[in-house]
């Protein structure tokens, strides 16, 4: 979606010349701060969109208004072809965006334009896995969140189910995993997709808050979720040349504290309980070793037991 949103920001400044934050939203329908953020994003790439403050001001191509893009360079085109490149393989309608686009480059420019479009692919997918596509569910949600249209839904969580009317703000795709940010009597609420059951759009028009800005609100939604996932801290020792691995694996859960003097590290481990750091560290053997607390030294004893018994040989 936010490479559709580029690509008509930049074709409604061509046509305008200058304008506000605010304009480029009434005509795009997002938020004030969604579409400051995409002005921002085209400046940041090299195109000659630059903010003009005081009365009158507002967001300006370089050299004026215009009815195509022949005011941009060879690497200004470039620029803006390798940021949205990546995402033009999302939908039909990107891909569109995207022809169009080229379409409305100088002839001089459109080759190595077409070759920085192509010069990128994002490949979500991990080694092993199979890129999984996008819930219809999802494309519904985001037709909700453009449209400003309330959402009726049932929603399981611990095995009840409940029947919710949202306004929905916006989606997030974390990890495969995606989630819906919503409006709801009680304030902002989090919803995984894939807990939502018997999806219906509304009639009914959705609100969202002027400065509601999807990002900040979902790193709020990351910290609150990882400060209830690191209530307990484990203390381990690990050889220098394995940290880099530990720290992949366990990322904003493994804390560094320095080096111990016997060419090994300490660390801290979080997780909500001992047995789960327990288990996320059985599998290193004994290349780490927990310290403190004796609860997950326990833990781990007690899995290194239940391995044993389970394929001692006879």
């Known amino acids: 979606m936010r490479a559709d949103r580029l690509v008509a920001t930049l074709l409604f400044m061509q046509t305008r010349g200058r304008v506000t934050a605010a304009e480029v939203a009434a005509e795009l329908e997002v938020s004030v701060a969604t579409a400051r953020r995409d002005l921002e994003a085209l400046s940041t790439a090299g195109i000659p969109v630059y903010p003009q403050p005081g009365r009158g001001g507002g967001w300006a191509l370089i050299g004026g208004a215009r009815t195509d893009l022949s005011g941009l360079t060879g690497p200004e085109a470039q620029a803006l072809f390798l940021l949205l490149g990546p995402m033009a393989t999302a939908t039909p309608a990107t891909r569109s965006a995207l022809r169009k686009l080229l379409r409305a480059l100088p002839q001089s420019f459109r080759i190595e334009a077409e070759a920085a479009a192509g010069a990128v692919v994002v490949d979500p997918a991990r080694w092993g896995e199979r890129d999984e596509e996008t819930p219809e569910l999802v494309s519904a949600l985001q037709q909700a969140v453009v449209r400003r249209r309330k959402v009726a839904f049932d ?3 611990a095995g009840q189910r409940t029947h919710r009317i949202v306004d929905p703000w916006g989606l997030v795709d974390k990890d495969g995993i995606w989630y819906l940010v919503a409006g709801t009597e009680r304030g902002r609420r989090t919803f995984r997709v894939d807990r ?14 002027d400065d509601f800005d999807l990002s900040s609100a979902w790193s709020e939604v990351v910290e609150e979720v990882e400060r209830h996932r690191s209530t307990l801290a484990a203390t381990a020792l690990i050889p220098a040349p394995l940290l880099p691995v530990l720290r992949h694996q366990q990322g ?24 789960m750091i327990a288990q996320q560290l059985a599998g290193w053997g004994t290349a780490i070793e927990v310290l403190e607390p004796q609860s997950v030294r326990d833990e781990l004893a007690r899995l290194g037991t239940e391995l044993v018994d389970r394929y001692r040989r006879p």
């Open 196 to 209: 939502i059951a018997d999806s219906e759009t509304l009639d009914e028009t959705s609100h969202r808050p």
């Open 252 to 275: 904003r859960h493994c804390e560094v504290d320095g080096p111990v003097g016997d060419g090994r590290i300490q660390v801290r481990i979080t997780a909500p309980t001992p047995l």
């Open 155 to 157: 929603y399981e969580r």
